[in-house]
């Protein structure tokens, strides 16, 4: 079935690490997002790929990298300068061309801080 | 000004009324409109999307767009305890539009009770 996967589902951070969430799709979809999600706030985009070897920032960037080497997986790394990372990280991806086709979620990885 | 408002509830109704959920949107030349249901610690999943002025109706879900009001809801007739969730609205502005990106509302809780 296609779809998209992310993992772990939930990861635990110490103070100084680095850490990276994953996410694969299969669905063939050029685009792809990360969102992260706090307690009773909506989706805030961290970063966004439209294609291969190409991303932007989105409005929350800072603390965090991707990198987008293959078509099917765009992690997502949480560096230690970004101070409160504990939330709840969606990765969404769509067909790039054509504004009416929505965006489709993984099941998300919950990240708090030991 | 938030991009997209909706009241975060949370919105109680009777199983079997008709729950209606509203959100307004500042940029008024967005292109395409998405109503996104969230179980608890779960993943946002698409219910429906509409793009033109109108009703556009999907089983017992039905989306009104209105862009001269800015102004865009979902109705659900017959509710069912299982509809209970966070309702999230999501709106593709006109400049993000390139990029494909979706702004999200908070959310509105709705809680349908037996």
């Known amino acids: 079935d296609g779809g998209i996967t992310q993992s772990p589902k939930y990861l635990f951070r110490k103070e100084g690490q680095n850490v990276t969430l994953s996410c694969e799709q299969n669905?063939?979809?050029?685009?792809m997002y990360w969102y992260r999600q706090d307690p009773g706030q909506g989706l805030r985009l961290i970063y966004y790929s439209q294609i291969v070897n190409d991303f932007q920032k989105g409005d929350i960037a800072e603390g965090y990298s991707v990198s987008r080497e293959k078509k099917e997986s765009f992690p997502l790394t949480v560096t230690s300068a970004q101070k409160n990372p504990t939330a709840f990280y969606l990765c969404?991806?769509?067909?790039?061309?054509?504004?009416?086709?929505?965006?489709?979620f993984g099941d998300g990885t919950r990240l708090s801080i030991l | 000004q938030k991009e997209v408002e909706q009241n975060s509830g949370p919105l109680s109704v009777p199983e079997g009324a008709i729950a209606s959920l509203n959100c307004t949107y500042s940029?008024?030349?967005?292109?395409?409109f998405f109503w996104y249901r969230q179980y608890s610690g779960k993943s946002p999943e698409l219910i429906m999307s509409?793009?033109?002025?109108g009703d556009k109706e999907d089983g017992r879900f039905t989306a009104q767009l209105n862009k001269a009001s800015q102004y865009v809801s979902l109705l659900i007739r017959d509710s069912q305890p299982s509809d209970s969730a966070t309702y999230l609205c999501?709106?593709?502005?006109?400049?993000?539009?390139?990029?494909?990106?979706?702004?999200f509302g908070k959310g509105t809780k709705l809680s349908v009770i037996p």
């Open positions: 999501a709106v593709n502005p006109s400049v993000r539009a390139g990029s494909y990106q979706l702004t």
């Open positions: 669905l063939n979809h050029d685009a």
């Open positions: 509409i793009y033109s002025n």
């Open positions: 940029d008024r030349g967005s292109q395409s």
């Open positions: 969404a991806s769509k067909v790039r061309d054509g504004v009416n086709q929505p965006q489709h």
